[in-house]
């Protein structure tokens, strides 16, 4: 009688394996939603999409002397700087090379692509004429500068995209969780 009992469990285990299996079988979409729907993953990895720029300022007689250095290793881009000051300064601006040419928005922008590792020419930005009465250690002119990567048209000739805002990943990661 002990040994039918042992057969009877074995059975018993063998046939609820059989139909668990049978249930995983005849319906695997539901098995995956549950697996698919509970799975997490983590981690990062930054993508670089643009190009990197720095700019060098050099300040002598009342002018500064602007250029932009692209610190890429690979991507080549697009060069634009704009000066701020107050309105009493009379600000001119001089481009020995020919390079930089006056655009919208108060924008100048370097005329060719800046391939990697290479620098602009020089864009002089003097300051004119101080009134008399001018406190002379206490004003600033800032100088901003933007790239944005080399994109081709249709016909695949190099342009300027200026509308696109690139993003540092962890920023972008921070407002999304």
């Known amino acids: 009688m002990e040994m ?3 057969r009877d469990g074995s059975r018993a285990a063998v046939m609820s394996v059989a139909a668990l299996g049978l249930l995983a079988v005849s319906s695997p979409k539901g098995a995956l939603a549950y697996f698919t729907t509970y799975v ?5 990895h930054v993508v670089n999409m643009g190009s990197q ?3 060098h300022e050099d300040v002598s007689s009342m002018t500064k002397h602007v250029s932009v250095t692209n610190v890429s290793q ?3 881009c697009f060069v634009r700087v704009k000066v701020f000051h107050s309105g009493e300064l009379n600000v001119t601006y001089h481009d020995g090379g020919g390079l930089w040419t006056e655009g919208e928005g108060g924008y100048w922008y370097y ?3 800046l391939p990697a590792g290479q620098s602009t020419g020089i864009l002089d ?3 004119g004429d101080l009134p008399e009465d001018f406190d002379r250690d206490s004003f600033n002119v800032v100088v901003i500068q933007e790239c944005t990567p080399v994109v081709y048209d249709e016909a695949g000739n190099p342009v300027a995209d200026w509308t696109t805002v690139y993003t540092d990943y962890g920023e972008e990661a921070g407002r999304n969780g």
Do not use: L, Q, Y
């Not at 997490?40 to 990062?44: E, K, L």
């Open 40 to 44: 997490s993953a983590g981690g990062s």
């Open 111 to 113: 005329g060719p692509i």
């Open 53 to 55: 720029t720095e700019i």
């Open 125 to 127: 930005v003097k300051i």
């Open 74 to 76: 690979i991507n080549d």
């Open 4 to 6: 039918k009992k042992r």
